[in-house]
């Protein structure tokens, strides 16, 4: 049924029209809607028979969701950033053991620093898991590619994860055709476990496994995972037939066939890149859009075929790894190996930084002037950061890096205003960290209110 | 080219769930009240007794966990039928019962991780419900994997009253990793990690967790402690235990000879002293309140039970720590009257005494805590008196 509907809702509704036996979940934004909403549909018996486990934790959720997967029960559970984390060493254990969960990740930024809005950072940080992950650009394909996550996750006796931007899709209001029960049905047959603890017919699971075959299980695992990638059309397929709307697939390429740049993107920010790759066709660019929807597996083939007949490509992504840099650009460089194409990638997003139209279109500018670094963080502030990199040399202190950015950041605000009113703005800085709510602990602000202690101290040895 | 690497291939054997046992002391009690009323025939004595985990495992001789393992699932099996599923935590157990491509198990089992049997069996159960099963559900684990890492999950279990029977089978280390404290080491023990050296050798008083009472505090329906030398209580209590629904929790002691450093045959004997000299008192709660306790005839004095392990062999060593004992033997006697073991009129008059003038504290809790508390409020007024004597005040923030 078509409905305007926050998107959070439409993947309750979406959970609940594949009829899920058992639901375990712990609260974490973004995600907290979605189990909200099918929290009140098992209470109000809309889902017959279904079980709801308010868990101690995200580490308790996945356990759980072990235990009823491994008893033959269609299972499902949804988190995100820190409750991720904190349910890793059961999301890797899902997987070896083989338990095809569902689970939804509202994709989330990590701390420390604190912050709650949406990047990839957090499913980025399991992708090694051995979970398919697949990356949804709008709340209509969010919900589709629920209905397509049973269907996968059954077949191959894996867990798979369904990507979504959290805030940006989980907590938009949109038109979304809500899968039905009876859709649901002609497409999603009932679970069949591969392995089921069943006293009939009792089987060990979990066994503890020696350097003799634990490089086998993994090849398996790896092997297992690899199939996906033509199921993962096919399911896509027949999908299409049912619902009478293409949604999933491995990659979702746009405006490519006569494309010389290509950008390459994963989730909601591939809306705006269309946009902006509308308006640089108008303008006569050739330029196209190749969308990431399966993550794991990686689709290498496929991605190498859309880039292969361009000259370019810039990864827009909003995940990075520390040390190394884009993480979805090292798989594409290494699917497009020996195509010479140039490559480039940018960081964007991160922590909910918005990215905007304004700035991909400065990004394509510079592109085309032949000034985008290869490596690019999309609207770093270069001044607050070099101020920070001099303090640093200078104190020889990291400290909490937050706190001191603020902290910078707020002089600099103050010394502007003060220098505005004819002072001295290098003195007028100095009394403004000194005076700053931070570095006087005095009142600091949410953002930092546990860490006022060292920052004063910080403060006031740089004072002496 | 591939080098053949010797993988085993999975066998399949045909060991039965349910084995028939030839007795051959008939007419005797040896096989466990066999020639007792029906009701208070042990369950091993029945000749076709389940065999829920089979021998020719891996477990060290003597092992008190293999033996309270065997007799719990078995009962377990025996009240349900055979409809259950039992889920495990990493530790000795499910290492020693299940090297791939063997297991010794003949029940359903499921292992996953150190810290989640509680929750994957709270899954597990919720599974079966929403299946329309009946099939009952075991969760089991060590001391290690129940009170340390696994409390969390456990706690919500209980706290949600899943309809989980949890046996934690206590034998107070992390023996599958080698003897390091957990959290249910007794004082002055020696472990890995709380060497017999220093002037307070061993595991310090004052910590540890008494999971069965943390259990109880939680008011679910059952909760009961046991150990291996009374095997037809464990029996008894899990078959209790089955006969309710909701979350259940034994908690079972279980001698280890290889990080108690005892003799192998030990393993009865001491189990046994551990109960009788009051140090692991067996009860029964329900809804969070003692119905039932076992008595001990005779208090057997604490050396008695700690002389034969090499971890307290400290305490004996040159003149030995007379005073580190009696304190051990306040924690007996404080169990003794806490729960009423023995009756007084069954005491000699110097036991007697003994145990009424047992400290509440023995195991130096609130000593510990009003010891650190002293600390503070000594140091605080250190502080003030250093301040008082400072004259600028904008330094004090410095301190």
């Known amino acids: 049924m078509r409905e305007q509907i926050e998107g959070s809702q439409a993947i309750a509704k979406a959970v609940a029209a594949c009829r899920p036996d058992v639901i375990a979940a712990y609260p974490i934004s973004p995600q907290t809607h ?5 929290s009140a549909l098992v209470k109000k018996g809309d889902l017959p028979g279904a079980e709801y486990l308010n868990v101690e934790s995200e580490f308790g959720a996945m356990s759980a969701c072990i235990g009823a997967s491994a008893v033959g029960a269609r299972t499902y559970t949804a ?17 070896g053991l083989g338990m095809p969960i569902v689970m939804t990740v509202a994709n989330r930024a990590i701390g420390a620093p604190i912050n709650i809005w949406n990047d990839h950072t957090d499913a980025m940080s399991q992708r090694d898991s051995g979970w398919l992950q697949l990356y949804a650009e709008t709340n209509q394909e969010a919900a589709d590619l629920h209905v397509q996550a049973f269907r996968i996750a059954e077949e191959l006796s894996l867990p798979v994860m369904v990507c979504m931007d959290g805030f ?6 949109e038109l979304v055709d809500v899968p039905e029960a009876e859709q649901v049905a002609k ?11 069943d006293p009939e017919n009792p089987v060990s699971i979990g066994a503890m496994v020696g350097p003799e075959a634990y490089t086998e299980v993994r090849y398996l695992a790896h092997h297992r995972q690899m199939q996906a990638l033509e199921l993962i059309p096919q399911v896509q397929k027949e999908f299409a037939e049912v619902f009478g709307r293409d949604s ?17 993107s994963m989730g909601s920010v591939l809306g705006t890149i269309k946009d902006v790759v509308d308006e640089r066709r108008e303008r006569g660019e050739k330029i196209g859009v190749l969308g990431i929807t399966s993550f794991r597996p990686f689709p290498t083939d496929a991605v190498r075929e859309a880039l292969s007949g361009c000259q370019r490509f810039v990864n827009v992504e909003k995940a990075f790894s520390v040390g190394i840099g884009g993480i979805v650009s090292s798989h594409c460089r290494s699917a497009v190996r020996g195509l010479d194409l140039e490559n480039f990638e940018v960081i964007a997003g991160l922590g909910g930084r918005p990215i905007t139209k304004a700035s991909l279109h400065g990004m394509l500018d510079d592109l085309a002037a032949g000034s985008l670094a290869e490596q690019t963080f999309l609207d770093l502030d270069r001044d607050l950061v070099e101020e920070e990199l001099a303090r640093e040399a200078h104190s020889r202190r990291s400290g909490p890096l937050a706190e001191n950015l603020v902290r910078a950041s707020q002089a600099r605000t103050d010394a502007v205003l003060e220098e505005n009113e004819g002072t001295d703005p290098a003195r007028g800085a100095a009394r403004a960290r000194a005076a700053s709510p931070l570095a006087n602990g005095s009142e600091a602000g949410g953002l930092v209110g546990t860490a006022n202690v060292p920052v004063s101290t910080d403060a006031k040895s740089e004072e002496k | 080219m591939s080098t053949p690497l010797g993988i085993p291939g999975v066998r399949q054997t045909e060991i039965p769930a349910r084995e028939h046992v030839k007795f051959y002391q008939v007419g005797s009690y040896a096989v466990g009240n066999r020639l007792a009323e029906e009701g208070l025939r042990s369950v091993q004595s029945d000749p076709n007794r389940w065999n829920t985990l089979t021998s020719g495992h891996r477990a060290c001789q003597g092992c008190g966990e293999a033996l309270g393992a065997r007799y719990a699932l078995d009962s377990a099996a025996a009240a349900s039928d055979g409809d259950l599923v039992a889920v495990n935590a990493t530790g000795c157990l499910e290492v020693f019962s299940t090297p791939y491509p063997e297991s010794a198990w003949t029940v359903p089992w499921l292992h996953s991780l150190f810290g989640n049997a509680p929750a994957v069996a709270a899954g597990a159960a919720a599974g079966l419900r929403a299946k329309g099963k009946s099939t009952r559900v075991i969760a089991q684990g060590g001391d290690g994997g129940t009170v340390d890492i696994g409390m969390g999950t456990l706690s919500g279990m209980f706290e949600r009253n899943d309809d989980v029977l949890y046996i934690c089978y206590d034998n107070q280390a992390y023996m599958n990793t080698g003897v390091q404290r957990s959290g249910a080491t007794p004082p002055t023990a020696r472990t890995a990690t709380t060497q017999p050296v220093g002037p307070k050798p061993g595991n310090r008083f004052g910590q540890g967790k008494d999971m069965a009472r943390i259990a109880m505090a939680h008011e679910i329906p059952y909760v009961a402690t046991a150990s291996v030398a009374d095997l037809r209580d464990l029996e008894f209590k899990v078959t209790k235990a089955m006969s309710m629904h909701g979350a259940r929790y034994i908690h079972v002691l279980v001698p280890c000879p290889l990080g108690w450093g005892s003799a192998s045959n030990l393993t009865v004997t001491l189990a046994r002293l551990a109960t009788q000299t009051g140090l692991f008192p067996i009860f029964e709660a329900e809804g969070g309140e003692i119905t039932s306790v076992m008595k001990i005839r005779r208090p057997a004095p604490v050396e008695e039970y700690l002389k034969p392990q090499r971890r307290f062999a400290h305490l004996f060593k040159g003149g030995g720590e007379p005073e580190v004992i009696a304190r051990l033997q306040a924690i007996a006697d404080r169990n003794i009257r806490r729960y009423g073991l023995i009756d007084e009129d069954q005491l000699d008059d110097d036991v007697l005494a003994r145990v009424l003038a047992a400290p509440e504290d023995p195991e130096g809790r609130y000593e510990a805590i009003l010891h650190a508390a002293s600390e503070t409020k000594q140091a605080q007024a250190q502080a003030r008196t250093r301040n008082a004597a400072t004259e600028n005040p904008s330094d004090r923030e410095d301190q």
């Open chain 1, 34 to 38: 979605i189990v909200e909403a099918l």
């Open chain 1, 79 to 95: 988190t995100a950033s820190q409750g991720l984390l904190f349910m890793v060493e059961a999301v890797y254990n899902a997987s």
């Open chain 1, 168 to 173: 940006i899709l989980t907590h938009a209001m």
């Open chain 1, 187 to 197: 497409f999603l047959p009932d679970y069949e476990p591969r392995q089921v603890l």
């Open chain 1, 248 to 264: 999933g697939g491995l990659v979702r390429p746009y405006l490519l066939d006569d494309a010389e740049t290509v950008i390459v």
